[in-house]
T-cell receptor, first 111, second 118 residues
Framework: DAKTTQPPSMDCAEGRAANLPCNHS???????VYWYRQIHSQGPQYIIH???NNETNEMASLIITEDRKSSTLILPHATLRDTAVYYC????????????FGKGTTLSVSS | GAVVSQHPSRVICKSGTSVKIECRSL??????MFWYRQFPKQSLMLMAT?????????EQGVEKDKFLINHASLTLSTLTVTSAHPEDSSFYIC??????????????FGEGSRLTVL
């Protein structure tokens, strides 16, 4: 699976958009970009995933650059409950394979 | 989304005892489940892949005789930490993929089980 690079930490004011970047310059054509988050002392939670088109769901938007070497997770209106570690993971969509977690970005949302 | 439940959520035990952690998929079937371990302020580390009806596959450096994994049904996998020692104290998390939606690649995670060995 391709390696990802994320900033270790970011701050965001409550109500503002949180934009979390992820670099994955070695991504291959059949690898997807997945985002998960982990709130303190809980299991990770799936947020969104995409291949090359931008994606949006009730939680967030995922913007993938045209060359697919980087992406941005957008939380449009961050709340205090969005404070968590966010993991960007690149992998093929293959049954029976685990997710390999990097260090992620610790997002702190403050009022 | 699909629900994965772990039990117990917290357990404290004495050194030398064995502890069993259960992971259940509540509303879907999972031929494969995964066990992770997470130490404070660190990321999740994959320990093993649990396959229904067959032996688990362990990651390098994980002792299979110490961390016994059983996946007896499509909805239950168990992790037994045998002869636990203080260095085994950690947050153990399981995950599973819905067998009926394997093409999504999405994994569902349990709430985690915090083990403290005294």
């Amino acid at each position: 699976d391709a390696k990802t690079t994320q900033p270790p930490s970011m701050d965001c004011a409550e109500g503002r958009a949180a934009n979390l970047p992820c670099n994955h310059s070695t991504i291959s054509g059949n690898e997807y970009v997945y985002w998960y988050r982990q709130i303190h002392s809980q299991g990770p939670q799936y947020i969104i995933h995409g291949l090359k088109n931008n994606e949006t769901n009730e939680m967030a938007s995922l913007i993938i650059t045209e060359d697919r070497k980087s992406s941005t997770l957008i939380l449009p209106h961050a709340t205090l409950r969005d404070t968590a570690v966010y993991y960007c993971i690149v992998r093929v969509r293959r049954a029976g394979t685990a997710l390999i977690f990097g260090k992620g970005t610790t997002l702190s949302v403050s009022s | 989304g699909a629900v994965v439940s772990q039990h117990p959520s917290r357990v404290i035990c004495k050194s030398g005892t064995s502890v069993k952690i259960e992971c259940r998929s509540l509303d879907f079937q999972a031929t494969t489940m995964f066990w992770y371990r997470q130490f404070p302020k660190q990321s999740l580390m994959l320990m093993a892949t649990s396959n229904e009806g067959s032996k688990a596959t362990y990651e390098q450096g994980v002792e299979k005789d110490k961390f016994l994994i059983n996946h007896a049904s499509l909805t239950l996998s168990t992790l037994t930490v045998t002869s636990a020692h203080p260095e085994d104290s950690s947050f153990y998390i399981c995950s599973a993929r819905d067998q009926g939606q394997e093409n999504t690649g999405e994994l569902f995670f349990g709430e985690g089980s915090r083990l403290t060995v005294l």
